[in-house]
């Protein structure tokens, strides 16, 4: 893979939606995770951010919550003028899309892939047994 993935979150999220991804897709060498402890301060998972990011040379940043402080941290590095590429909400299709989109040399929708797949199951269910 080119580029990394960094995942940030409330807690330890992060930790385990990467954990939750390779039981499917096995070991990710190029998922980094960034949990804001509830003992943490803002400055505190600021520099956390920044050393983990501080060797990569391509990444993304996915995170849990818009207007979140993870979310708002990174969003003033970007105001600050470091490009980093944020997108909010993250989810598990969206993780599984970053690392097919890597594997297979083909430019990833993060935001489609994440929408695509939330679904009302009940609704899905309904409408076979209107089809039976």
């Known amino acids: 893979m080119n580029k990394?993935?960094?995942?940030?979150?409330h807690g330890h999220f992060?930790?385990?939606?990467?954990?939750?991804?390779?039981?499917?897709?096995?070991?990710?060498?190029?998922?980094?995770?960034?949990?804001?402890?509830?003992e943490e301060g803002m400055e505190d998972f600021k520099q956390k951010f920044l050393s983990t990011v501080a060797p990569l040379k391509d990444y993304v940043v996915f995170c849990d919550l818009m207007g979140g402080t993870p979310a708002n941290i990174?969003?003033?590095?970007?105001?600050?003028?470091q490009e980093i590429e944020l997108y909010?909400?993250?989810?598990?299709p969206m993780v599984i899309e970053f690392i097919n989109s890597e594997m297979v040399g083909v430019i990833p929708d993060f935001i489609r892939s994440g929408v695509?797949?939330?679904?009302?199951?009940?609704?899905?269910?309904?409408?076979?047994?209107?089809?039976?």
Request: glycine share 6%; charged share 20%; with cysteine.
């Open 4 to 9: 990394q993935l960094v995942l940030v979150s």
């Open 14 to 38: 992060c930790e385990g939606l990467k954990m939750s991804t390779e039981m499917i897709m096995g070991p990710q060498d190029d998922i980094h995770t960034v949990a804001l402890l509830p």
């Open 74 to 81: 990174i969003s003033q590095l970007i105001m600050e003028g």
């Open 88 to 92: 909010a909400g993250m989810n598990m």
């Open 116 to 132: 695509e797949n939330i679904l009302y199951v009940n609704e899905i269910i309904a409408s076979l047994d209107e089809v039976e």
